[in-house]
């Protein structure tokens, strides 16, 4: 999801506006297996293990974190 505050003109937040989109169908599997494993990972060997984890996935990809959601998002 991406959540946008909204502001009056005076500059104070009145509200949210929110969007979600369906995940891509094709990277469900990914992102399950990523998931489990950084779910592993943080369980055995703490949080600090598993944000190291997905930095490294990410690095492996050759993306960051946003490009690597977005190239999943972009599968066919």
Do not use: H
């Not at 992102?31 to 943080?42: A, F, G, H, K, Q």
């Amino acid at each position: 999801a991406n959540v946008t505050p909204s502001i009056d003109i005076n500059n104070n937040i009145i509200g949210y506006y929110s969007v979600r989109r369906m995940p891509n169908k094709s990277a469900i599997s990914t992102i399950e297996s990523l998931y489990s494993d950084l779910l592993r990972v943080e369980q055995q060997q703490g949080l600090n293990k598993g944000v190291e984890m997905l930095k490294n996935f990410c690095k492996d990809a050759d993306k960051t974190y946003n490009e690597l959601i977005f190239s999943l998002q972009e599968a066919k």
